[in-house]
């Protein structure tokens, strides 16, 4: 399994924008897909985006596609969430996770590592 670090969470105004980063532990880092999940307050986690293990193809939940965009660096064992035009319902923890699959999957029992989940909050 990946050891999995989030950061770049904070507090911003609707409209506005964060990078969240995820910095695996390098072992089989370049051999997984990963994707980020989050969590609202009284929601189930749910996948918003996922990207393959070369980077090739991307997934995108309705909800954030146009304005969320998952990349990776392998040769830095990272993988990246720029979010703009955030809105109020974005709040939530963001949790990053790794498959040990290079291909894209889209249910939380397909992924085996998680990191410890970030916050990001939009104020209206």
């Known amino acids: 399994q990946e050891q999995l670090v989030e950061s770049g969470g904070g507090l911003v105004q609707a409209g506005g924008s964060l990078r969240l980063s995820c910095a695996g532990s390098g072992r089989t880092f370049s051999r997984n897909a990963m994707g980020w999940f989050r969590q609202a307050p009284g929601k189930e986690r749910e996948l918003i985006v996922a990207i393959t293990a070369s980077g090739a193809a991307q997934y995108y939940t309705d909800s954030v596609k146009g304005r969320f965009t998952i990349s990776r660096d392998n040769a830095k064992n990272t993988v990246y969430l720029q979010m703009n035009s955030l809105k109020p319902e974005d709040t939530a923890v963001y949790y990053c996770?790794?498959?040990?699959?290079?291909?894209?999957?889209?249910?939380?029992?397909?992924?085996?590592?998680w990191g410890q989940g970030t916050q990001v909050t939009v104020s209206s």
């Open positions: 996770a790794a498959r040990p699959i290079p291909f894209i999957a889209t249910t939380e029992a397909d992924f085996d590592s």
